[in-house]
Structures are given as structure tokens and as C-alpha cells.
């Protein structure tokens, strides 16, 4: 199976309001809710393509309650770890009239060093069955900034392939513990190396110790360095929608074609065509297959020269 | 005890954020949530006078959950009846930067006619030991709008006096069953009558089936219509705050009035000194009993001529 890690889940709700306005009182519409954070994403896509995932983090409070409810009776399985603190809510407010999106993020709960430590027990049982792991998102407070690297060694003393997928901090400090794959975009990567020219930031990501670096470059699809060689990776055409989760698909598709032991060019396409199957899709984080399938031939991977 | 009906309570959720921008992205930096709905804040004031207070209304779901875990080991007592929809949450959005708030409404459940069924029998085993009973605030989908004259002919029924504070066609529609009291703003009755005049709006509103009238006129305070005569009300100095639950504060003031039978101008300035003590509270919805104590003699109530 594969181990998607999100140690700051959500419970992601939809609020649709006729048209928002600031210091104004709003009649909600529509509520939706879903299962949230990223490698609750990432295991969702990777059910979705036939392979056995498993989700752990933390979960607890009502929202936590709420999100094992909505996990429940579908894969991926849900091996999270309970927490007494109240799993954050994400409030996404739609604005009919324009479409736009105002959000709003609760600051999630407070880790414990001793829930900490159980979460550690579990994981590493968990890894004994994993073919790989995605580590993915932001820490809750109470977790130490190094948390990644501590499962990255675990991982790696365990001999499971590791993905982070994380910013900031938590990524600078993940990456010194060498992962197998990081997956930033742009942004990510000029704030962790300071150069703001992506094929420089993405070298300079490798000799920070990340083994490959697969930047998203948003639409223009991914940039991939690898001991392999380099590719770019672009879909047939510019694809419009909504990209809540498109980073979460590519890391799917990623991850599926390691464990598959797919060549780089063909986990590359992949990873372009579900992503941009997710933009396309008209749920936020979901993909269509028949999209995908469509998409998926037609991306063009052509190898890039290395740099140094 | 009195008991107070709040069929459509409500999880009220307060998000502090630094500044809110439309369609920008918010991390919240504070959350507060207390159990809501008109008669759940009617029921905690009254316990805070010390009467015994008992609600009772609809709750489900985590949000529903979450009013039962706060209501839980305090006054006023939970007689609130299980439904398989979600309890709305309501979220005020508070912008540091200003103090303003934004206000969201979930639509909450629908009630199904097996659980409306369910609330009558609770309901009417719960008049049976109650002194007076307040039914406060909007109706969830699923009730038709006439329930809240059901309600009102069931207590009757059982010699027990009531106080309709509603709004709108349940207003309308609940008065026509001869409540004892109603408490409605300046605008809620001009919506029952027609009329913008609040003296002969109060004396309408009587016509049409309220035995009593307190019509709350903001910060200039009460203007009652009785059958003992007519009453202003007025706090001594205007107040300056936060007017959320003042409403709710009044109506515990009138209602512990009734059952202590003490005369009107006392009643009438019981509630005007709660209303004004939570208006000037620091929390929402909250009053300070030393403010109260403060402001009871104070509060002026002047004989009107009656309005027919």
C-alpha cells in the first residue's frame, strides 16, 4: 500500500452565499463538506487509480469526528491518530454573483509530545507495510519544525521511498533529511533557495538533498530533475478552472509511477494529466477519469538539459 | 421551572482574523463557540437569576453535538430532542483591525414530521412541570409555519402562560393563538401591522391576539401595552456596546417577572436593566451582574396613556 502522511487534516467546508459583503449578515446557501488536506487528497487520487492507500495524521474534536464520518465506507483507509484538540475547519465562502472565493482557516489543534509519540508507534507499523510515503502540508502547532526529517529517517531505515510535499520551514529542514522526490512550485522554491529562476532554484533544491525535484510551474506543467536526466512535462493546452488540489493529483500521479517503477517521462505525464484532469474537473479537488484518460497521451514530455 | 423552545439552535462560532479582505485568504487567529439560538441565552440568564431553567428544541449532527458538550454540566438543563440533520453553525467574522463583524448562517436541518412528532411529546411532558415557557426565534425547514400556534394552544392546554418572540409569518401566524406576551423590536412589528407608528403598532399587534405587548424600541428601551395599563421603560443614560442577546436578556427578565408575579414596573425594568447590563458586557450575549444591580433602580418607567 501507500502511506499518505497529513499531520494537519481539515475539515474543508463550502459555503455558498449569494454575494458577499464585507461587516454583512449572510444567509449560506449551501453547505459542502469534504475530508481535507493535502495526503488526504493524494490517497483519495491514488484509490481512485487502483492503488491500495492509507491516510494517517491527526484527527480529533466534532470536525475530527466529521472527518472520519466522510472517510468512512470508502477507501483510502484511515489510519489516523486521535488527538484531544479540535481538527481545524477550512471555511472556502463562494460568492455566487462573481464566483470568487473568500477563506477562512481555523488554526487547527495543539499536538501533545505524548500524542506525538503515538503517532510515531503507528507509523512505523504502518511503514512495514508501505511501498511509499507522501508526507504532505503544514505542521499543527506543537510539532516540531524537524518533524519531517525524523519521518523521512524513519522511512528510510524502514526502506520506503519518501515524497514531502511541504513549505517553508518544515520543507528547509525536511529536505537536509534527503527524501527520495520533492514536489514545490515556483513560489516554494524561490522561498527555499532564494533564487527566484526555477531552473537554478530547482538544482540548488538537489544539492539541499532532495534525490529528484519535480517543481510544478503551475500551467506550464512540471519540471523534473532527476539522476536520470531532466525533463519538462506540459499539458496539450492551457486548461482553465479550478486548481484546489491539482498540486495534490501530480503528487499522485508521482507517486503511483514510483511505486509502479514507471520511467520518468511516463510519471511525468501522468502526474500532468491528472492534474490538469483536477483543474478541469467542476468539484474542487476532484478529477475526471475520462478526462484524464483523454489527456494523458496528448502531454508532451520532452527531455531538458541538465544544470548544474 | 420555565422552559424556553429554540427549534432552531445553532453552534455560534466567533473567528477573530486581523483583517478580512474579500476574496482574500484568512488564517484564523482565535476561535470561541458557545451553544446559540434566542432561547438557550433566554434559559442561562434566567439560571443566572436563579431560576430553574430547562430547554428544549432540536439539535443533531457534530455541530448539534458540540451545543450538547457545552450546555453539559451547567444550568440551564438540556431536554433538547435528537434530529438526523445538522444543527447550523453560525459564524461571526470579526476584523481586528475595525471591530466589525461579518456574519455567515448555515440554513440548518430539516425537521422531519416523525421528529416533530417526538418535540411534541417531550414538549408537552416538559409543560407539565413548567411555570411559563418563551418560544424564541426562527423556525427550521421542514416545521410548518403555524407550529409556533400549536405550541401555543399545547401550553394553554396545560395552564401554563407563554412569550412568543418571533418574527415575520411565525409571528404572524403564532399570535392569532392568543400568547400571553410577545416581544417584538420596532421593526418586527411594523412587518406584523403595517404600520411604522410604534404606539399604534403595539396597540394593533394586541388586536390581533397578543394578551400583552413589550415592544423593544432599541436604546430608548420598553414600551409595554397591558391590561393593566401602559408603560416606558427606559435605561437611565443610553449604552454604549455590543446589543448581541440583549433581546434574549430582556425576554429572561420579563418571563421571571411573570412567574415571580411581580407588577409590571418591575418586570418592565428588570428586563431593561439585563438588556442594558449585556449590551455593556465584554462578551457577546453575557451581562454582568454588578451592572444589573447597578442599573435596576435606575432604569425609569413612566405610566403612558393607553392606545386603542
Known amino acids: ?18 454575494a458577499l459583503t464585507r461587516h454583512g449578515s449572510h444567509r449560506v446557501t449551501d453547505v459542502a463538506e469534504r475530508p481535507g488536506g493535502k495526503g488526504l487528497n493524494v490517497a483519495r487520487v491514488l484509490a481512485a487509480l487502483g492503488h491500495e492507500s492509507v ?13 472520519r464520518r466522510l472517510l468512512a465506507g ?12 479540535n481538527t481545524r475547519r477550512t471555511i472556502a465562502v463562494v460568492d455566487a454573483a462573481t464566483g470568487d472565493t473568500t477563506q477562512l482557516n481555523e488554526p487547527g489543534p495543539v499536538v501533545t509530545p505524548e500524542e506525538w509519540a503515538a503517532f510515531l508507534t503507528s507509523y512505523d507499523a504502518l511503514l512495514r507495510e508501505a511501498e511509499a510515503v507522501a508526507l504532505c502540508g503544514s505542521l499543527p502547532s506543537g510539532i516540531q519544525v524537524g518533524a519531517y526529517a525524523e519521518l523521512i529517517r524513519r522511512a528510510k531505515a524502514a526502506g520506503v521511498p519518501t515524497l514531502l510535499d511541504t513549505s517553508g520551514e518544515p520543507l528547509r529542514r525536511g529536505i537536509a ?16 533557495t532564494g533564487d527566484h529562476d526555477p531552473l537554478r532554484a530547482t538544482a540548488d533544491a538537489r544539492r539541499r538533498g532532495a534525490r529528484s525535484v519535480v517543481a510544478s510551474l503551475g500551467p506550464a506543467g512540471l519540471l523534473a530533475a532527476t539522476s536520470d536526466g531532466w ?13 484546489t488540489g491539482a498540486g495534490d493529483s501530480a503528487v499522485a500521479g508521482l507517486l503511483s509511477g514510483l511505486v ?7 510519471r511525468l505525464a501522468r502526474a500532468v494529466a491528472l492534474s490538469a484532469a483536477t ?10 477519469p475520462k ?18
Open 291 to 308: 478526462t484524464y484518460e483523454d489527456l494523458l497521451p496528448r502531454v508532451e514530455v520532452t527531455t531538458h538539459p541538465n544544470v548544474t
Open 177 to 192: 533529511a534527503r527524501p527520495d522526490l520533492i514536489k514545490p512550485n515556483a513560489e516554494e522554491l524561490a522561498q527555499l
Open 279 to 288: 483543474v478541469l474537473a467542476p468539484a474542487a479537488g476532484e478529477f475526471d
Open 1 to 18: 500500500m501507500i502511506l499518505t502522511v497529513t499531520l494537519n487534516t481539515a475539515l474543508d467546508l463550502t459555503y455558498r452565499v449569494p
Open 231 to 243: 525533463w519538462r512535462a506540459a499539458p496539450p493546452a492551457r486548461v482553465k478552472g479550478n486548481p
Open 55 to 67: 491516510v494517517t495524521g491527526f484527527v480529533g474534536g466534532s470536525a475530527g469526528a466529521d472527518v
Open 260 to 266: 509502479e517503477r514507471l520511467p520518468w517521462p511516463q
Open 74 to 85: 470508502f477507501p483510502p483507509v484511515d489510519a489516523l491518530v486521535a488527538v484531544a484538540g
